[in-house]
């Protein structure tokens, strides 16, 4: 399976698994506080880097064996 397949397909079940935590806590609060925007930003760069490339390595070693 393709690389960009896997990764869309994770973060879609993701999203559809905090979103009703989303929901929830919007009634309380902002769920991107001002002071925290540029944390969470970068945050899920790092995250979604980190995925890309452990994906990646995965698919290069079944490549090599």
């Known amino acids: 399976m393709d690389l960009f397949m896997i990764t869309c397909i994770r973060y879609f ?3 559809m698994l905090a979103s009703p935590v989303v ?3 919007i ?8 002071g925290k925007r540029w ?4 945050r899920g ?3 979604a880097s980190y995925m890309i490339i ?3 390595a995965i698919q290069v070693r079944k490549q090599k064996s």
């Open 13 to 15: 079940v993701m999203i």
């Open 27 to 34: 009634e309380n609060e902002h769920p991107f506080p001002i």
């Open 23 to 25: 929901m929830k806590r």
């Open 39 to 42: 944390l969470l930003i970068w």
């Open 54 to 56: 452990n994906y990646y």
């Open 45 to 47: 760069i790092i995250a």
